[in-house]
């Protein structure tokens, strides 16, 4: 089958026939339709997280359909169309029996970090991890569920935003961007705050009641009840969180730098009982959730542009640019 290779860190992908993966059993074959990309991506390639020596066949955004199966799963399976959970989760631990596949203590890896990912023809996955679409939905739009849609889902709901919250999203790119469709359609206020103009122009344009440079954002006496931060900058977090969250207020944090340390006032998180709160990814029933949601319009994925799999390295290179409004796919049809 074809794949797009990472052979070394720092170097560009390298379109290469490699063997179709057999399922092992518990798994599942799916041959990829569509593969969403994003900044983890480009953190990947430039060898800034720890997953083990390439090579490394890149994508954790997937969606699919079922063209084989390893001992032991339902021939059911076969033919469906499916999303998949990128935690290949073990299914055994405390955490895998609650869905809690993101929060899996004993994780063989993840698609497309340490295991193989949607860059290639075909990838497996334990049928665990796999959805089953809504009927009608494309492909492409799919496969935007497990990364973005899914984590911005959870950490919304993790949050417990309650209507009428005040809630602003730090950075509106591929995550923020759905957060602010999902919250609005709540009933919130939503504030978003970027740097880059046309950015906050498509925030308005998709529900935000408040478009704020972040300067704009710092200087407003605005509190929040909820701050999502998906940019991850410690001297800005800290700002955000002495100066911009409301008594009882949450602090959620989605994008980080490895090795980064925040600082946080200790008596004012007392005094004024604010959380901090970690987001990492969803569970599986999130990911149901997520394409719920998304069948059903109250989060609608918004797609910049599609791809044909040998031209995966511009599509990166349209994400390092920084000018994308919403996601990059890898659609495996065109
Ligand atoms: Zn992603
Ligand atoms: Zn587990």
């Not at 032991?72 to 029996?97: E, I, P, Q, S, T």
């Not at 869905?99 to 996955?125: H, I, K, Q, W």
């Not at 935007?144 to 709901?157: D, G, N, Q, Y």
């Amino acid at each position: 089958m074809k794949a797009m290779m990472l052979y070394r860190y720092g170097e560009r992908l390298a379109l290469d026939e490699v063997p179709v993966p057999s399922p092992h059993p518990g798994e599942l074959l799916v041959q990829v339709k569509a593969t969403g990309l994003c900044g983890t991506d480009l953190k990947i390639i430039q060898g800034k997280l720890s997953i083990g020596p390439p090579p490394h066949v890149l994508g954790h955004e997937i969606a699919g359909v079922v063209a084989g199966r390893g001992e032991g799963v339902d021939a059911g399976w076969l033919g469906k169309r499916v999303a998949l959970h990128l935690y290949c989760a073990c299914g055994k631990c405390r955490a895998c029996r609650r869905g809690e596949y993101n929060m899996c203590d004993d994780l063989p890896g993840r698609l497309g970090f340490e295991l193989p990912g949607g860059l290639a023809e075909y990838v497996t996955s334990p049928s665990r991890c796999a959805v089953e679409l809504p009927p009608g939905m494309s492909f492409e739009e799919a496969c935007v569920a497990p990364c973005a849609m899914l984590t911005i889902h959870h950490a919304i709901r993790r949050a417990r935003v309650e209507p009428g919250d005040m809630v602003a999203l730090i950075g509106v790119g591929g995550l923020g961007i759905h957060g602010v469709q999902l919250l609005a359609g709540m009933g919130n206020e939503v504030t978003a705050v970027d740097v880059v103009d046309a950015k906050l122009e498509f925030a308005r344009k998709m529900g935000a009641s408040q478009a704020l440079t972040f300067d704009a954002f710092q200087r407003g006496g605005e509190r929040y009840d909820v701050l999502i931060d998906m940019i991850g900058k410690a001297d800005a977090a800290k700002e955000s969180f002495d100066r911009k969250l409301a008594r009882g207020g949450k602090y959620v944090l989605i994008s980080f730098l490895p090795g980064a340390e925040m600082s946080f006032d200790v008596q004012r998180m007392a005094m004024d009982e604010c959380q901090i709160i970690g987001i990492r990814n969803g569970s599986i029933q999130e990911l149901r959730d997520t394409l719920a949601a998304q069948a059903e319009g109250r989060m609608k994925p918004v797609i910049d542009s599609a791809l044909p799999l040998a031209e995966a390295n511009a599509a990166l290179d349209l994400i390092r640019a920084g000018k994308l409004m919403g996601r990059v796919v890898v659609s495996h049809e065109s």
